[in-house]
């Protein structure tokens, strides 16, 4: 039967209905460089329930916070260089007589914690194949059915760090303050002494690699491994200039992998511009920051990529001419290891142009 054994001050307020146990559950299956992790919960007592300001289901409120982390971070943080994870969320509200599911976690609604202490919030332990003693990272999560609690008025961050246990990955505490190595502002340190738990927390590069690290482990119990990976770094830098008048220019990284034939990968810059003379009005300037997708292929000693759609973008800029080249597939070239690429491009009253330069690494899987 599962019962949940976490900590009794929540508990009391929750139901623990038994049911019968199940197979793997947080799923990663790998499709060229992107491995989407599926996480199948059933949220028992969230019917009815909303988000602090009233706007939105709990559920939906929870998976804004999710993607907004951890599915930020996947998307934008490549496991290698090579591998980029997507997450799925499977989140189902259910009532508070709600059962459970085979093939699903289950996470028990608890009771207004006041915003004080979370005590009993958190996950009971079950058994793993593989884990590592220095992380407390394992594939418990990729094997098993696990009970949860967290109260209806979690933050953002306690529901971001409770979400990372179901992806296999340990605290980042010990002993009331986090361990070594590991910065306060990481989501997997918890609460501790010094968190401000009205902020999000971050998702870094270390988290996204401990992640694949457990699914490599978890595949390699199953007789399984990542596809091999070509993966490709560089860098992206473009300028614009038109009538208004109004000039920017922006610079960045680009990342992509390769399986067989398959690329794919993100670009990520920064930059600014300035419009005016605006008269008595002066000019305007501003900055910011800009993320997009490409995927494509490589053949023939040739990249084509096409940009993806959306466009993540922080305040008033950048151009991100890169992503707006209108002859497309974007096609560059490699010779002896380097592929690079030179655009130029006017339209009415308006030029720009955009560099792109990329050095192939080890291959890995």
């Known amino acids: 039967m599962r019962r949940l054994v976490i900590g009794s001050a929540l508990i009391a307020s929750l139901l623990g209905v038994p049911a019968a146990p199940a197979a793997a559950e947080t799923t990663a299956a790998p499709n060229d460089n992107v491995v989407t992790i599926t996480v199948p919960v059933d949220v028992v007592g969230a019917k009815g329930k909303t988000s602090p300001d009233g706007t939105m289901s709990l559920v939906d409120y929870w998976e804004a916070i999710l993607n907004q982390t951890w599915g930020a971070a996947f998307a934008t943080i490549p496991y290698k260089d090579c591998y980029f994870l997507k997450l799925k969320l499977e989140l189902t509200e259910r009532g508070n007589d709600f059962d459970s599911t085979k093939g699903?976690?289950?996470?028990?609604?608890?009771?207004?914690?006041?915003?004080?202490?979370?005590?009993?919030?958190?996950?009971?332990?079950?058994?793993?194949?593989?884990?590592?003693?220095?992380?407390?990272?394992?594939?418990?999560?990729?094997?098993?059915?696990?009970?949860?609690?967290?109260?209806?008025?979690?933050?953002?961050?306690?529901?971001?760090?409770?979400?990372?246990?179901?992806?296999?990955?340990?605290?980042?505490?010990?002993?009331?303050?986090?361990?070594?190595?590991?910065?306060?502002?990481?989501?997997?340190?918890?609460?501790?002494?010094?968190?401000?738990?009205?902020?999000?927390?971050?998702?870094?590069?270390?988290?996204?690699?401990?992640?694949?690290?457990?699914?490599?482990?978890?595949?390699?119990?199953?007789?399984?491994?990542?596809?091999?990976?070509?993966?490709?770094?560089?860098?992206?830098?473009?300028?614009?200039?038109?009538?208004?008048?109004?000039?920017?220019?922006?610079?960045?990284?680009?990342?992509?992998?390769?399986?067989?034939?398959?690329?794919?990968?993100?670009?990520?810059?920064?930059?600014?511009?300035?419009?005016g003379d605006f008269g008595i009005l002066g000019s305007y300037s501003a900055s910011g920051s800009a993320t997009f997708g490409v995927t494509g292929t490589f053949t023939d000693a040739k990249f084509q990529f096409r940009p993806e759609p959306d466009l993540v973008t922080t305040g008033d800029g950048p151009t991100a001419q890169c992503a707006a080249i209108p002859e497309r597939p974007i096609v560059v070239p490699v010779e002896r290891g380097t592929a690079t690429a030179s655009f130029e491009w006017t339209s009415p009253g308006r030029q720009a142009t955009c560099d792109i330069t990329l050095e192939r690494g080890e291959a890995v899987g």
């Open 104 to 275: 699903r976690h289950r996470i028990l609604i608890g009771a207004p914690s006041g915003g004080l202490t979370f005590d009993g919030t958190g996950f009971n332990n079950v058994p793993e194949t593989s884990r590592s003693k220095t992380t407390g990272d394992g594939t418990r999560s990729l094997e098993h059915d696990r009970d949860g609690a967290i109260p209806v008025d979690a933050p953002p961050t306690v529901v971001a760090h409770e979400f990372g246990h179901l992806f296999g990955l340990g605290d980042d505490r010990a002993k009331g303050a986090p361990k070594a190595g590991r910065d306060i502002d990481t989501v997997m340190v918890g609460n501790v002494p010094g968190v401000d738990l009205t902020k999000t927390a971050r998702v870094d590069k270390n988290l996204i690699d401990r992640i694949g690290k457990i699914i490599e482990r978890h595949l390699k119990d199953q007789g399984k491994k990542l596809p091999e990976c070509q993966p490709w770094t560089g860098t992206v830098s473009a300028t614009f200039s038109d009538a208004y008048p109004c000039s920017g220019a922006d610079e960045g990284t680009i990342t992509v992998g390769v399986v067989g034939k398959n690329a794919s990968g993100i670009v990520a810059v920064s930059g600014s511009f300035t419009c």
